[in-house]
């Protein structure tokens, strides 16, 4: 189980722009196990061609480029990419903008970012020049957490190849760091900090592509949507996404063709059928194996399912583990990483954290605990400064639902995994 | 207009207070904090909103006219 995994199928168009063209492999906190060599600028450039400038008519070209291949953020709602864009361009005028890379990759099972920037550092470095050209940026910024060493290295190795190497009409870039906690890598957590504040969710009512870093209209992007920025400067499509498929201990980093379908991407990296999979990470849903033959990991199809691949997180439940009890502990998890700012996520996180940890252990109340986690969520959701309680509140909500037998049989003090296993 | 009670819930220390004077906009959840109806103000929500906009010891209400942040 989970040993060999074989280079996704792909035909050798697909072959040529795909960002990691095999898989990556990581083991609990460990550094990456992977035949991929880091690139470096040579490489990179021979690999995928040369960065186009995108200044003057360029940019405007660049912004409909990024409309066309229609692409979307990683924060979560995968918005369109080219809404952003739009909105620091008219708010710039003079003032000039600021654009950040987040590379604070806050999921704890989630490695797609940290794998981008320790082997594909230049693919990010190329889109967040592009961004800072198009959009008459100021200032370049890259957001990492602070312990994360190994990217930070790979970083300013890249950086000095830059510079010694002759990309010298680029513009400067900094990197900047945020404490190692979940919520750190949230963009309004970003932007405060910047500002000289607390790397924490600020409660905003103009958006920080209007009003951002130190007043001045900011575009954060995840790493990979930047490195997908390189890509279509150049020309490419988006036809792949970045996802890190989680088991036990094992993380595994693919970059899978869209029309992929969630079974075989997770049967792919993992080589067995788990018997549920948390759907975008630890804020996301539930959904049982047998529901997800026939949804492609394409956002328009995860959407149609309800479902959305957020931060590219498909977290696998082994057979003969107890959904709910995992479920009790990501959420005991996401409580402890509130933010302790806004009342609803503060003290509403934490009683359905342990309602479902009562649930998860069996007893004659089980489901009374069940109705009362799905009233709370429903006061809980939407409540929030950032989304941190609307992915937790998902998480659990989805769990009763896919785990419903599981939920009864619990109130009888049996456990359908458990006995399934013996 | 389109005229709306909006808390800024990283002020809010769930005091109450609001759900007293706009008893028809504001109710508490579990934990204390207003849940305020998204509803656009009307004469009479609009006076008790202001009431609560002005008694709020933590200053986290206010009321957003399409969109733009304004006082009380």
């Known amino acids: 189980m989970r040993t060999a995994v074989n280079a996704y199928p792909r035909t050798a168009d697909q072959f040529e722009s795909t960002m990691l063209p095999r898989p990556v492999h990581y083991f609990g906190t460990g550094g990456a196990l992977t035949e991929l060599a880091p690139h470096t600028l040579r490489e990179h450039r021979q690999h995928f061609g040369a960065r186009p400038a995108c200044v003057g008519a360029a940019a405007g070209k660049l912004i409909d480029r990024i409309e066309q291949a229609r692409l979307t953020g990683r924060g979560g709602a995968h918005l369109p990419s080219v809404v952003k864009w739009r909105a620091v361009r008219a708010a710039a005028g003079t003032r000039g903008s600021i654009v950040v890379a987040n590379g604070a990759e806050g999921e704890p099972d989630s490695r797609k970012d940290v794998a981008l920037l320790e082997l594909r550092p230049h693919l990010i470095l190329d889109g967040l020049v592009c961004a800072a050209e198009a959009l008459g940026a100021r200032e370049a910024i890259v957001w990492l957490h602070e312990n994360a060493h190994v990217s930070r290295a790979a970083l300013s190795r890249a950086l000095t190849e830059r510079t010694s190497l002759g990309e010298p009409a680029e513009p400067a870039i900094r990197i900047a760091f945020g404490p190692d906690a979940y919520l750190s890598g949230e963009s309004g957590a970003v932007v405060r900090a910047l500002s000289g504040g607390p790397a924490l969710p600020a409660f905003r009512t103009v958006p920080s592509a209007v009003k951002g870093v130190d007043g001045s209209p900011t575009l954060v992007h995840n790493v990979e949507t930047l490195a997908r920025v390189a890509q279509v400067a150049r020309g490419a499509a988006c036809a792949s996404e970045l996802v890190t498929v989680c088991i036990d201990e094992t993380r595994i980093v693919l970059d899978v063709p869209t029309d992929a379908s969630l079974h075989t991407v997770v049967s792919h990296a993992i080589g067995a059928h788990p018997s549920a999979v948390l759907v975008g990470g630890w804020g996301g849903s539930w959904r049982a194996w047998p529901d997800l033959a026939k949804i492609t990991i394409a956002e328009p199809s995860l959407r149609a399912h309800g479902l959305s691949l957020g931060a590219g997180v498909l977290h696998a439940l082994p057979r003969g583990v107890c959904g709910l009890a995992r479920a009790a502990e990501i959420a005991r998890y996401l409580a402890a990483q509130s933010a302790q700012q806004c009342g609803p996520c503060q003290f509403g996180l934490t009683a359905v954290a342990d309602r479902m940890t009562e649930l998860a252990r069996g007893g004659r109340r089980t489901r009374r605990d069940a109705a009362r986690i799905t009233a709370w969520a429903d006061e809980i959701r939407g409540r929030g400064a950032c989304h941190h309680p609307d992915g937790a509140v998902r998480m659990v909500v989805s769990a009763l639902e896919v785990f419903a037998d599981d939920v009864a049989a619990h109130g009888r003090g049996r456990c359908l995994a458990r006995r399934g296993r013996s | ?72």
């Open chain 2, 1 to 72: 207009m389109k005229r709306r009670l909006r808390v800024d819930i990283v002020a809010c220390d769930g005091v109450g207070i609001c759900a007293h004077l706009a008893s028809g906009l504001v109710r508490v959840d579990s934990w204390g904090y207003p849940i305020i109806e998204a509803h656009q103000l009307t004469r009479t929500t609009g006076r008790q909103a202001r009431a609560a906009v002005q008694a709020c010891p933590r200053r986290a209400l206010f009321i957003e006219s399409d969109g733009v942040m304004g006082g009380p």
